[in-house]
């Protein structure tokens, strides 16, 4: 067992057992004490690698069973039940499609064409690249896909110390850049669709081109911004314009498309169609439209995939990771837990200007997302209780959803997510990298979501 794992398993013994003595006159009753403390020993258990991240999400459902935080089995698993799940599984599909195919590396060239080929245009090309997959791919997957582009392209460096800094750049570059992306569409990330849900819920609908309009003029000004501070601070190495038409001439990427190549393209085309048509016609629900998508890439005669090359390109650690965390928050919002964490920031009797309130949320998100570095699980417990607030405060939910779940999405302000952890395993840069720029970019991701949603959501028809 190494150090980190014994530490973590005396701190999860600690929490768990500690959390029985804790008195109910703190504010929360017996079961969210218990929830709560769940929660907190199951993120320790992840962040230290006690065990297996799947198994320790499994472990957490038991726990929520054995400590009575939930009234059945039925209930610890609820998370695992909604269709959140099966877009994510989706996502992963088309990333091992689009692998099969040079598409993504044809999407890259074209950027190198159109930005130049200097560096710095490389990296924005990278970054680019990965904005624009995640829009319709899952963050983890979209930097799993990306990451081999960039180590193939970093073989270009021969001296160490320039690979070294220039790798730092673009490995950090690349997941910060996916995570931007993800709030262009409701299919760009799973909380995405956590927050549609949220507003259902609430009776309230916002359709898959009004989250357009929403996101992607904040991740297009918070992509070149990302560009510019990562170019900036880091500096990567310049290379010669010989340098780059070779590598580009190694990609050995045919001129014409190959009928496979086309028909992936088609498939991905008519489910991101079909996701822009969800706005007025609601029977084609997302997850339901991409399932259907989906299964186009198996069809005898023209499977792009195998089933076996499927499963085994799918993170699993994400699948457990969110369905887990869907089922704790769950159990923290019905055991008065959410409301309680959320009284501790908001008052109900706040009177602040509305872009005040919105950067206060986008703020708040960033500073949990320190110690709970997982986004859903920020998104379930935060979304009841802040439609409550939204309430309260006599304006649509909409204005305190979306902010919660931009921000947390963009949850780099240190590698401990899912995705920036794909790039910090590849030992170009270390946990006091990112916080170089990330702090910058999150304090300006908030001035932006504050002075954008006042003017879109009521153009929009939110008020």
């Given at each position: 067992m190494k150090k980190s794992q014994a530490i973590g398993f005396i701190l999860c013994a600690i929490i768990l057992i500690g959390m029985n003595f804790v008195p109910e006159s703190v504010g929360l009753s017996r079961a969210g004490i218990s929830?709560?403390?769940?929660?907190?020993?199951?993120?320790?258990?992840?962040?230290?690698?006690?065990?297996?991240?799947?198994?320790?999400?499994?472990?957490?459902?038991?726990?929520?069973?054995?400590?009575?935080?939930?009234?059945?089995?039925?209930?610890?698993?609820?998370?695992?039940?909604?269709?959140?799940?099966?877009?994510?599984?989706?996502?992963?599909?088309?990333?091992?499609?689009?692998t099969k195919v040079p598409?993504?590396?044809?999407?890259?060239?074209?950027?190198?064409?159109?930005?130049?080929?200097?560096?710095?245009?490389?990296?924005?090309?990278?970054?680019?690249?990965?904005?624009?997959?995640?829009?319709?791919?899952?963050?983890?997957?979209?930097?799993?896909?990306?990451?081999?582009?960039?180590?193939?392209?970093?073989?270009?460096?021969?001296?160490?110390?320039?690979?070294?800094?220039?790798?730092?750049?673009?490995?950090?570059?690349?997941?910060i850049a996916s995570m931007i992306g993800g709030a262009m569409t409701p299919a760009g990330c799973p909380m995405n669709v956590i927050g549609m849900e949220f507003l259902n819920n609430a009776g309230i609908t916002i359709t898959f081109v009004q989250w357009m309009a929403v996101?992607?003029?904040?991740?297009?000004?918070?992509?070149?911004?990302?560009?510019?501070?990562?170019?900036?601070?880091?500096?990567?190495?310049?290379?010669?314009?010989?340098?780059?038409?070779?590598?580009?001439?190694?990609?050995?990427?045919?001129?014409?498309?190959?009928?496979?190549?086309?028909?992936?393209?088609?498939?991905?085309?008519?489910?991101?169609?079909?996701?822009?048509?969800?706005?007025?016609?609601?029977?084609?629900?997302?997850?339901?439209?991409?399932?259907?998508?989906?299964?186009?890439?198996?069809?005898p005669g023209f499977e792009v995939m195998t089933w076996k090359e499927y499963t085994e390109n799918v993170s699993w650690t994400s699948f457990f990771l969110i369905g887990t965390m869907m089922s704790l928050g769950n159990a923290l919002a019905a055991n008065g837990a959410s409301d309680w964490l959320v009284s501790l920031f908001f008052s109900k009797d706040l009177k602040l200007a509305l872009p005040v309130l919105i950067a206060m949320i986008c703020l708040v998100v960033f500073v949990l997302l320190i110690p709970i570095p997982i986004g859903p699980v920020l998104v379930t417990m935060l979304g009841a209780p802040f439609i409550s607030l939204a309430e309260t405060w006599g304006f649509s939910p909409a204005f305190l959803i979306l902010p919660l779940v931009i921000c947390a999405s963009c949850c780099f302000i240190l590698p401990l997510d899912t995705v920036p952890l794909l790039t910090y395993s590849t030992g170009y840069y270390k946990m006091t990298d990112m916080p170089k720029i990330s702090v910058i970019l999150q304090l300006f991701i908030t001035i932006l979501i504050a002075v954008w949603l006042p003017i879109i959501l009521p153009i929009l028809g939110f008020h």
């Open positions: 929830t709560l403390g769940i929660l907190i020993a199951i993120i320790i258990a992840l962040v230290l690698e006690v065990l297996p991240l799947g198994v320790s999400c499994l472990l957490g459902i038991s726990l929520m069973v054995f400590f009575r935080t939930v009234p059945n089995l039925a209930s610890a698993l609820s998370g695992y039940t909604t269709s959140i799940l099966y877009l994510v599984l989706v996502t992963f599909g088309l990333s091992v499609a689009i598409l993504s590396k044809r999407l890259m060239i074209f950027l190198i064409k159109l930005f130049g080929k200097k560096t710095n245009n490389i990296l924005l090309s990278i970054m680019f690249c990965a904005a624009v997959l995640s829009s319709i791919m899952s963050n983890t997957a979209t930097t799993a896909v990306l990451i081999s582009v960039v180590l193939n392209f970093l073989d270009i460096y021969t001296d160490s110390e320039e690979k070294k800094r220039s790798g730092r750049a673009f490995m950090i570059g690349l997941p996101g992607i003029p904040i991740a297009m000004v918070a992509l070149f911004l990302a560009w510019w501070l990562t170019a900036k601070v880091f500096r990567p190495a310049e290379l010669t314009e010989q340098q780059i038409d070779e590598y580009i001439e190694s990609l050995n990427i045919p001129k014409q498309f190959s009928g496979k190549e086309i028909y992936v393209l088609v498939v991905i085309l008519s489910l991101f169609t079909l996701w822009i048509l969800s706005s007025w016609f609601p029977v084609l629900n997302i997850t339901t439209v991409g399932i259907i998508g989906f299964s186009f890439l198996f069809i």
